[in-house]
């Protein structure tokens, strides 16, 4: 008997592993893998969501346009250059499905965010994989690798995982290098936690440049990761082309309430985002002082690269009921949580360091300030 027949890129593609759950022989758990805004909905935005709650037998607005005109107005655009998205990663999945010609390639820096390969893989793209300099995307050495074949470029600013920051001149520069017709397309999920001096979403780019797009989210500063909503800011004609790739209805009615909720309590929220950058400056002082060789952070939060060490001090902190982000054989990722959360995770460090204190035990690791 035969078996139904799908595309041979399955055969080798690994399937996403979300972050898991741990605690430790006392009862703890710290869920500092994902990256998830540790605060609670503020009143509003729960009352939003209840009230939206009432109409779900209704599909919601397909264009979401009362989302689309606040967006809009939050960064000082025109509505016909921003798309809507369930999540930064549809419009993502979006953009590569726009350019997935036979013999397309997408580009990007490696290690950046891990979804990339997989992505391009599922829309038939050849990705290309540039390495890292100083923990930070080499914009020169990726500017020389574009190609006939190269389609898009993407740019995680700051990266996941390193969370370093590209300058926006640096970004500029990169983007006048890259012919018009290729699109670059800036992954700024977590620029709301930037505080590096003179730092510039990269939006700017998007007034003067036909081929460059931006990225954002609301699951992370705006804490709505369980309802995915994200947007892109770009060329009217780029938003135009992806607006006919949006999955119908895909952004609901819950969704666009709570987005709508979130901006009008942006002060609040940002707020929390200060509490969260606050304590990233104290684990990553904390660290610091021990000896880990941390690049200064500017999302929310933290690299180590330690090597093959990744895996054990990745299953230690499990011991101790904290859940973190392991990339074997190359370092692991620890959100910004709750003060509560960080002090498990730096007694976690703590213990790991008072047994393998020497430097070699969590790896080299390069620190740049930008």
């Known amino acids: ?218 699951s992370k500063a705006y804490g709505l990761a369980g309802l995915r909503v994200g947007y892109l800011v770009g060329p009217p004609d780029v938003v135009a082309l992806l607006r006919k790739a949006y999955l119908p209805y895909s952004v609901s009615a819950v969704a666009q309430a709570a987005a709508l909720a979130a901006l009008a309590r942006q002060k609040e929220l940002f707020s929390q985002v200060d509490e969260v950058v606050a304590e990233r400056a104290r684990v990553h002082g904390e660290l610091a002082a021990a000896g880990w060789a941390v690049p200064r952070s500017e999302s929310n939060f933290l690299w180590l690269r330690m090597g093959a060490a990744a895996g054990k001090f990745g299953d230690r902190c499990g011991d101790a009921g904290v859940a973190v982000r392991v990339f074997p054989g190359e370092g692991l990722r620890v959100s910004i949580g709750s003060p509560a959360d960080n002090d498990a995770f730096l007694a976690a460090a703590a213990a790991w360091r008072a047994k393998s204190p020497s430097p070699e035990a969590d790896g080299p690791a390069r620190v740049s300030n930008c």
């Open 1 to 218: 008997m035969g078996k139904p027949r799908f595309r041979s890129i399955f055969d080798g593609l690994p399937a996403y592993e979300p972050s898991r759950a741990v605690r430790s022989a006392a009862g703890d758990s710290h869920l500092l893998a994902a990256n998830e805004s540790p605060h609670e909905p503020l009143t509003d935005i729960v009352a939003a969501i209840t009230e939206a709650a009432r109409t779900i037998n209704r599909y919601p607005d397909f264009g979401g346009t009362e989302l689309t005109a606040r967006i809009a107005r939050a960064h000082g655009v025109t509505e016909d250059r921003v798309a809507l998205g369930a999540g930064s990663v549809a419009l993502l999945q979006m953009l590569l499905q726009a350019v997935a010609d036979a013999g397309a390639e997408v580009m990007y820096a490696w290690r950046s965010f891990e979804l990339y390969p997989v992505l391009a893989d599922l829309a038939g793209v050849r990705g290309v994989r540039v390495p890292l300099v100083d923990e930070r995307p080499d914009l020169n050495a990726m500017a020389d690798r574009v190609g006939e074949n190269t389609r898009l470029i993407l740019v995680c600013n700051p990266n996941n995982p390193t969370g370093t920051l590209l300058g926006h001149d640096d970004l500029r520069a990169f983007a006048d290098r890259v012919p018009a017709d290729r699109l670059i397309a800036v992954d700024e999920a977590y620029f709301e936690y930037v505080r590096h001096p003179g730092a510039r979403s990269a939006i700017a780019l998007t007034a003067d440049r036909p081929n460059v797009v931006v990225l954002r989210t609301f």
